[in-house]
Each structure stands twice: as C-alpha cells, then as structure tokens.
C-alpha cells in the first residue's frame, strides 16, 4: 500500500472517521437502492450501484491509510521476523 503521509494523530485520526463515515453510508445507500430498484434495473442503475461500490472500497482504503499511520496495523500483525526472533 502506498504510504500517505499524515504528520498528526489527529489527521490520521480524522482520516480513518471519513473513511469509515464514507464506507457506512455508500453501502448503505447501496442496499436502499438495490432494494429500491430490485426488479426494473437498467443499466444506468447497475452503473450508479458499481459507483457507490467503488465508493465503499475507497472508503474503506482511506481507513487502512488512516490505522497504518497511526500504527494500529503493526500492533495488530506484527512482522514476521520479530516473532520468529522470540521462539
């Protein structure tokens, strides 16, 4: 993953909240549509349903840049090599 850099915890902060703010609400919008237009969807709407899907997904990247910066990720997976050092 590409390193975004973000020189405080209250941006990183900040950035995995939209993230996780914009995942919710695309794909919440997601299912109302698909509820919504369930038997007569066009192709207009599969492109609209595809949008917010890409939408979700670039939520949910802004957060793993968001728990990256803040280090959350390192604590949850630590690296191989300093768990093999500790066996």
Do not use: F, K
Not at 2 to 21: D, K, T, Y
Not at 28 to 55: E, F, K, M, P
Not at 63 to 78: C, F, K, M, S, T
């Amino acid at each position: 993953m590409q390193r975004i850099e973000i020189h405080s915890r209250r941006g990183s902060l900040a950035l995995g909240i939209v993230g996780i703010v914009d995942a919710v609400c695309a794909m919440a919008t997601l299912l109302i549509y698909i509820v919504n237009s369930w038997g007569a969807a066009s192709a207009v709407d599969r492109l609209l349903q595809l949008s917010l899907i890409v939408s979700a997904a670039g939520g949910v990247y802004l957060l793993a840049v968001g728990l990256e910066n803040l280090g959350v990720r390192r604590v949850l997976r630590p690296r191989r090599a300093s768990a093999a050092a500790s066996s």
